[in-house]
């Protein structure tokens, strides 16, 4: 009977530790492949592999905008949305809460992860600082999908000045 | 008899399903006029000092013939339910059962990466689920 359970614990510990590997690897993936040179490529480019990276994040996002805040109850006010980005998005995708959310109150966020997991693989510091925006695009598309589904129109910008810290500026769009 | 709507955040229905079949465009009439009561709800919500952030509104209005109950997400979709006012054995607790079911379903749906947000529902484990709900009630 305790081996069993033991059995159990260490099972539910390994489907724990193989979701997140898993979307780093899935995410890894999909950015070499949209940024694999093509023997006909296309048009448009790198920016409509952005876009693609973007909109497929969007998606994602608006399905855990509906998941994620079931058992909550409503939210009262822009704030309150914010807040459950940083805390309760960023802890089912990334297993760690936003490090800083600022605000100038009038629609503008500046959400501030100092280690992002996506980015932690690569480096520290200053090097591959021009490569960090192609790894942030899903990420972005993934907080513009979830405002969406909880009603706002967003735009989100990412600045990285040294890995594998980030900024993901969101600036609410009045309606 | 009976009827379960589910209605988006610009107030169009993403899904209809009524019991009998017929004089459905009353039922149609019957969420169009709760969507006013829905609406009012909210917005009393917003601005209310008291902690009360419920997403289930309970009844909405009475008429004679039927009780119409109403059920908000947090991504401001309704679901509203048609009741025969004459079946008395239902109570709060299993309106409030059938809404989550309801609200578990549709986030199913969402989650389904071939259904596009705004569209029209068809998924049928969804239709299935409505079937017995509507079972349960009649």
């Given at each position: 009977?305790?081996?069993?359970?033991?059995?159990?614990?260490?099972?539910?510990?390994?489907?724990?530790?193989?979701?997140?590997?898993?979307?780093?690897?899935?995410?890894?993936?999909?950015?070499?492949?949209?940024?694999?040179?093509?023997?006909?490529?296309?048009?448009?480019?790198?920016?409509?592999?952005?876009?693609?990276?973007?909109?497929?994040?969007?998606?994602?996002?608006?399905?855990?905008?509906?998941?994620?805040p079931q058992?909550?109850?409503?939210?009262?006010?822009?704030?309150?949305?914010?807040?459950?980005?940083?805390?309760?998005?960023?802890?089912?995708?990334?297993?760690?809460?936003?490090?800083?959310?600022?605000?100038?109150?009038?629609?503008?966020?500046?959400?501030?992860?100092?280690?992002?997991?996506?980015?932690?693989?690569?480096?520290?510091?200053?090097?591959?600082?021009?490569?960090?925006?192609?790894?942030?695009?899903?990420?972005?598309?993934?907080?513009?999908?979830?405002?969406?589904?909880?009603?706002?129109?967003?735009?989100?910008?990412?600045?990285?000045?040294?890995?594998?810290?980030?900024?993901?500026?969101?600036?609410?769009?009045?309606? | 008899?009976?009827?379960?709507?589910?209605?988006?955040?610009?107030?169009?229905?993403?899904?209809?399903?009524?019991?009998?079949?017929?004089?459905?465009?009353?039922?149609?009439?019957?969420?169009?006029?709760?969507?006013?009561?829905?609406?009012?709800?909210?917005?009393?919500?917003?601005?209310?000092?008291?902690?009360?952030?419920?997403?289930?509104?309970?009844?909405?209005?009475?008429?004679?013939?039927?009780?119409?109950?109403?059920?908000?997400?947090?991504?401001?979709?309704?679901?509203?339910?048609?009741?025969?006012?004459?079946?008395?054995?239902?109570?709060?607790?299993?309106?409030?059962?059938?809404?989550?079911?309801?609200?578990?379903?549709?986030?199913?749906?969402?989650?389904?990466?071939?259904?596009?947000?705004?569209?029209?529902?068809?998924?049928?484990?969804?239709?299935?689920?409505?079937t017995s709900?509507?079972?349960?009630v009649c």
């Amino acid at each position: 009977m305790r081996a069993r359970s033991a059995w159990a614990g260490v099972r539910r510990l390994g489907w724990c530790m193989a979701d997140k590997v898993l979307f780093e690897f899935l995410h890894t993936e999909m950015v070499a492949e949209l940024w694999a040179p093509h023997p006909d490529p296309g048009p448009g480019g790198q920016k409509r592999s952005l876009s693609i990276l973007e909109s497929i994040g969007f998606r994602v996002g608006q399905a855990l905008g509906e998941r994620l805040p079931q058992e909550t109850l409503g939210f009262r006010e822009e704030l309150d949305v914010l807040k459950f980005l940083c805390k309760d998005l960023w802890v089912a995708v990334f297993h760690k809460q936003m490090d800083s959310l600022r605000t100038n109150h009038q629609g503008t966020y500046v959400l501030q992860d100092n280690s992002f997991p996506l980015l932690v693989p690569m480096a520290s510091g200053l090097q591959y600082v021009e490569e960090a925006p192609k790894f942030l695009a899903f990420t972005c598309g993934l907080l513009c999908g979830t405002l969406s589904t909880l009603g706002f129109q967003s735009l989100v910008t990412t600045s990285v000045t040294s890995l594998p810290a980030c900024k993901f500026q969101v600036v609410i769009r009045k309606p | 008899m009976a009827q379960i709507a589910v209605i988006a955040k610009e107030n169009y229905p993403l899904y209809i399903r009524s019991t009998p079949m017929e004089n459905e465009l009353k039922f149609h009439y019957m969420v169009h006029t709760s969507l006013d009561v829905v609406d009012e709800k909210i917005s009393a919500m917003g601005k209310a000092l008291v902690d009360q952030r419920e997403l289930y509104l309970g009844l909405l209005y009475p008429t004679e013939d039927y009780k119409v109950y109403g059920y908000v997400t947090n991504s401001k979709v309704k679901f509203v339910m048609v009741v025969d006012s004459s079946n008395t054995a239902l109570r709060d607790n299993e309106i409030r059962s059938m809404f989550r079911k309801l609200h578990n379903s549709y986030t199913d749906v969402m989650c389904n990466p071939f259904y596009n947000p705004g569209d029209r529902i068809q998924s049928r484990a969804f239709d299935n689920m409505v079937t017995s709900m509507m079972i349960q009630v009649c």
